[in-house]
């Protein structure tokens, strides 16, 4: 044996016990060394939009590569505490929120196609709509019923998602809420995260209460809004305070109640925040005076401040840093874009069946579906209006990938209520509407609706539907209809009359009262096929042409005519006056079997007639909605008060009358017609429209059977207008010309059509 190797084997014991001593010796100066480093805590402060600022603080934070132990939060503060304490980074947070439409989220908005066909026509008909019980309006409890938040935060929140402890989290949490019972401060730190943090968030007012094991809880700001002292308990050596709360305003800014009122709920959180600021080791107030708790429009700006006020505390924060040992470690959250579902567990459901719930939500057992098709099944159910909130959790499955969906359901109360709305045009001129609307009058899945619209030209409406979305549902519609117009004579009268000579227009009265009995059934979400039966009695008459027996006026429609009829309608236009994006298509076919005596040569005859509309955008400004429209008629000629109108501008016009612009009001007429529509939206700032418009047509009797149809267009004409969004409905303005005729007319429009 080699010298080396004897002396190697003699000492080797020895320089194994020096190498263990010398790592001992490492690790328990390394172990102490942390044991001397500081807890750092982060406290945040409510504020609503100003909240935005504690993005700004925590993007500064993590530049310096601080190490934060414990996050605590109220409200806004809660929210953006809770995703950070979940593993979303500074930046990540002002990408997601920058991301956000905050009107769509606060105000509960659902995306057109989640509603049903009724609750689409509910959203866009009336500007307010009352719960009404034994004849004394009940308030809500809150604007929102927050279901989008929760929707929301329970997505971002999927990575942490069978976490029942918030010490737990990748950074322990806890966050402040407020029993509404008794006026306590509840420390939330155990349960499910997006349901704690929306309880948390739950402004008053504008948010409904959040029930959590029978505890009514609200926005923890009416109590606690800075737990600062809650945060030191939890063994913090460290706290960096962000607070966000208003300061008391002057006599010169007090100007309205509502102004007054937040003042007065100030006094507490200002006056309490005198002894919690000094509480903190780094406290930093952004200048957000500018900002109110609802600029959630103003987010960049907002952040800004933030980030710029912790920079102003830069050698704070990076003394903290100095004494910090254990490296950052953030690996990047990501977004869980796709689920499967195993099974569907609902409970809380009494007066709606399974089957309808399941109907809505359109889920599959052991279907992988992307979490934009989940959340847009979530909303299916919750647009029905028959819910006050779903509260549902993804468990995960036993022996198997994928969840299953565990829902809470809370049904609405309130079945009664009175919806109101107003409104100008051309046609009808000024008229307000009182609608009254009973959910469960018969059955637990029907409803029914009255219009009683009185002005001008007094009409109503009433629906009555049974609702079983994708099988057989069952309806009723009842409806009077009236105006008075100049219009062309061709509408009620021969072309062969001796009364035409001389009459370019005449004056008529015409009264419409429809009613039908129909199935509808509902194939995917937007195509609804109705088939019925339809009694309508059409009177129209005229103080322009004198007929010595009949006195006064002339009577030459006064007609019941009775019908069947099939409708099929698909729909899924994102916004119904000013679409960026979908296609819709209504076609409609009648066959008249009879008609009372007044009609003596009356034989069977059919209108047939379909309108086709798609819209797309070139930027998020800019669309085009490009509509075609055709009808015509096969059968017997001897009625042409059914035949088609052109002209003028509405939107819900009765039986084939149709809008062009460039002509006044059913100014063109025939027994078959073809139509196209071109309309540029230019939205030049948020719900302001600037609109341009060409429409071009030919009508007249027989075009189908002369080839006419597909000749270049007659008539055609021209509009540029001017749209405003508003609570009531689109203000509208329209400049419309033709230069077939050299006529010029406007047309002005306020509020939803009804």
């Known amino acids: 044996m080699k010298l080396s190797q004897t002396y190697y084997l003699k000492y080797k014991p020895f320089a194994i016990i020096f190498l263990l001593c010398f790592l001992f010796s490492n690790t328990y100066k390394l172990q102490a060394q942390k044991e001397k480093e500081p807890k750092v805590g982060l406290v945040l402060s409510?504020?609503?939009?100003?909240?935005?600022?504690?993005?700004?603080?925590?993007?500064?934070?993590?530049?310096?590569?601080?190490?934060i132990d414990y996050v605590a939060g109220t409200s806004m503060g809660a929210i953006i505490g809770s995703l950070y304490a979940t593993g979303y980074s500074g930046k990540q947070l002002e990408d997601l929120f920058g991301a956000i439409d905050f009107d769509e989220l606060i105000n509960d908005e659902f995306p057109r196609s989640s509603k049903p066909f009724y609750e689409r026509k509910n959203?866009?008909?009336?500007?307010?709509?009352?719960?009404?019980?034994?004849?004394?309006?009940?308030?809500?409890?809150?604007?929102?019923r927050g279901q989008n938040v929760y929707n929301l935060l329970y997505q971002l929140m999927?990575?942490?998602?069978?976490?029942?402890?918030?010490?737990?989290?990748?950074?322990?949490?806890?966050?402040?809420?407020?029993n509404i019972e008794t006026g306590e401060s509840i420390v939330m730190d155990k349960g499910r995260l997006a349901e704690a943090v929306t309880a948390s968030g739950a402004l008053p007012s504008l948010f409904q209460p959040v029930t959590i094991n029978d505890t009514i809880l609200l926005d923890g700001g009416v109590t606690n809004n800075f737990p600062v002292e809650e945060l030191r308990a939890k063994g913090m050596d460290i706290i960096i305070g962000v607070d966000v709360q208003d300061a008391l305003k002057n006599r010169e800014s007090l100007k309205s109640a509502p102004e007054i009122?937040?003042?007065?709920?100030?006094?507490?959180?200002?006056?309490?925040m005198k002894s919690k600021a000094?509480?903190?080791?780094?406290?930093?107030?952004?200048?957000?005076?500018?900002?109110?708790?609802?600029?959630?429009?103003?987010?960049?700006?907002?952040?800004?401040?933030?980030?710029?006020?912790?920079?102003?505390?830069?050698?704070?924060?990076?003394?903290?840093?100095?004494?910090?040992?254990?490296?950052?470690?953030?690996?990047?959250?990501?977004?869980?874009?796709?689920?499967?579902?195993?099974?569907?567990?609902?409970?809380?459901?009494?007066?709606?069946?399974?089957?309808?719930?399941?109907?809505?939500?359109?889920?599959?057992?052991?279907?992988k579906i992307s979490y934009d098709d989940f959340k847009e099944g979530i909303n299916n159910l919750i647009a029905t209006n028959n819910f006050e909130a779903f509260r549902y959790y993804l468990e995960p499955s036993t022996g198997s990938s994928g969840y299953n969906l565990v829902g809470d359901i809370r049904e609405s109360e309130a079945s009664t209520f009175l919806k109101l709305g107003v409104h100008y045009d051309g046609l009808y001129k000024s008229a307000a509407l009182a609608n009254f609307?009973?959910?469960?009058?018969?059955?637990?899945?029907?409803?029914?609706?009255?219009?009683?619209?009185?002005?001008?030209?007094?009409?109503?409406?009433?629906?009555?539907?049974?609702?079983?979305?994708f099988y057989l549902s069952i309806g009723i519609k009842s409806r009077f209809n009236q105006f008075n117009k100049n219009v062309n004579p061709l509408l009620g009268l021969d072309e062969d009359s001796p009364l035409l000579t001389g009459l370019n227009k005449i004056d008529v009265e015409l009264t419409d009262f429809t009613n039908q009995i129909y199935l509808q059934t509902i194939f995917r979400r937007d195509f609804a096929l109705r088939v019925g039966a339809e009694h309508k009695r059409l009177k129209i008459t005229s103080e322009t042409i004198i007929d010595d027996n009949q006195g006064d006026e002339f009577t030459f429609e006064n007609t019941d005519y009775f019908s069947v009829f099939g409708n099929l309608v698909f729909d899924d236009y994102d916004n119904p006056y000013f679409p960026k994006s979908g296609f819709y298509f209504n076609g409609d076919f009648h066959l008249y079997l009879n008609a009372s005596d007044f009609n003596n040569d009356f034989e069977q005859f059919s209108i047939a007639k379909a309108d086709i509309g798609y819209a797309f955008s070139f930027t998020d400004n800019v669309a085009l909605k490009t509509e075609t429209s055709g009808g015509f008629k096969i059968g017997d000629n001897s009625s042409t008060a059914l035949g088609f109108g052109l002209g003028g501008y509405a939107n819900n016009f009765i039986n084939n009358f149709q809008s062009f612009y460039g002509y006044d009001y059913l100014e063109l007429s025939g027994d078959s017609f073809v139509k196209a529509t071109f309309t540029l939206d230019y939205e030049v700032f948020k719900k302001h429209h600037i609109l341009l418009a060409a429409n071009y047509a030919n009508i007249e009797d027989g075009i189908f059977e002369t080839g006419?149809?597909?000749?270049?267009?007659?008539?055609?004409?021209?509009?540029?207008?001017?749209?405003?969004?508003?609570?009531?409905?689109?203000?509208?303005?329209?400049?419309t010309y033709s230069p077939d005729t050299g006529n010029a007319y406007w047309f002005f429009n306020l509020g939803f059509w009804f």
């Open 46 to 67: 409510g504020g609503g939009a100003k909240g935005f600022a504690h993005i700004g603080a925590l993007k500064v934070i993590d530049s310096l590569g601080i190490k």
């Open 261 to 272: 009122l937040v003042q007065i709920n100030n006094f507490r959180t200002i006056n309490a």
């Open 158 to 178: 999927l990575p942490v998602n069978e976490i029942r402890d918030f010490e737990q989290l990748p950074i322990p949490f806890f966050c402040i809420a407020t």
């Open 437 to 469: 609307t009973k959910k469960r009058l018969l059955f637990n899945n029907d409803i029914a609706s009255l219009d009683i619209i009185l002005g001008d030209n007094s009409r109503y409406n009433f629906d009555y539907f049974i609702d079983k979305g």
């Open 278 to 367: 000094p509480l903190t080791d780094v406290y930093i107030k952004p200048d957000i005076t500018d900002f109110t708790v609802i600029s959630f429009d103003e987010g960049g700006e907002i952040i800004a401040s933030g980030e710029a006020e912790a920079r102003a505390n830069i050698e704070q924060l990076l003394n903290v840093k100095r004494q910090q040992i254990s490296p950052l470690n953030r690996p990047k959250r990501h977004i869980l874009d796709s689920i499967k579902i195993n099974s569907i567990n609902i409970s809380g459901n009494e007066r709606y069946t399974r089957s309808y719930i399941l109907g809505k939500l359109k889920f599959k057992n052991n279907e």
């Open 708 to 735: 006419e149809w597909l000749s270049s267009p007659d008539f055609s004409g021209y509009a540029l207008g001017y749209s405003l969004e508003t609570f009531l409905g689109p203000l509208e303005a329209k400049y």
């Open 123 to 144: 959203a866009e008909k009336y500007a307010v709509s009352l719960p009404f019980d034994n004849f004394k309006i009940n308030l809500p409890s809150g604007l929102s």
